[in-house]
């Protein structure tokens, strides 16, 4: 489709579509720590259990890049 593989497309939407579903979902945990008035201690408890999830993506694709960049 366009001259892109079904590699590349998915690629594509895995980088940036899940990139994007992340900052949504960081914009959710930041409103409802903003409506609970959870307070600073809260906002970060909310952040760090919450969020816990993203982390192990963006540890991915760091770790890749490492070794991807090691392998060349």
Do not use: C, H, P
């Not at 900052?23 to 600073?40: C, E, N, Q, S, V």
Request: charged letters at 15%.
């Amino acid at each position: 489709m366009f001259g892109y593989s079904e590699e590349q497309i998915a690629n594509f939407g895995l980088t940036f579509g899940v990139s994007a579903f992340m900052l949504y979902m960081a914009f959710i945990i930041w409103r409802l720590a903003r409506d609970t008035k959870a307070g600073k201690l809260g906002t970060f408890v909310l952040f760090l259990a919450l969020g816990f999830g993203m982390l192990g993506f963006v540890a991915k694709a760091i770790i890749k890049a490492v070794i991807g960049e090691a392998g060349d």
